[in-house]
């Protein structure tokens, strides 16, 4: 399992990518998904939530914790109300590498 620096480049890497199955290859089928006060189970839900989140830029500041649990702090800006904001990305991860839930938050 890559380290979780690496892990995070990816995922903010993967999260702005054209190519879409990039970002979504890095979550497990059951992942379940609480961002701005709602829950997405599963990873239908998680492609319906994703399409609704505008086009930002992640300028990540932060990352602790372990391979299986951690916390990416990143400011994130675009073209949103509040813009630019920092948030808490706080990622489990199954044995596989696969993300089973992550908790966005200010």
Partial sequence: MQDIQEFAE??????VAPFRERYFSLFGDAVV?????????GLMAVRRWHAEVPSVRYDVREVTGTATACRAVAQ???DFPGSPVVL????RRDTRGKIIQLDIAP
């Fill in 33 to 41: 998904v609480h961002d701005d006060g709602r829950g997405h189970h």
């Fill in 76 to 78: 994130i800006s675009g």
């Fill in 88 to 91: 808490r990305f706080t990622f």
């Fill in 10 to 15: 990816e995922y903010f890497d993967a999260a």
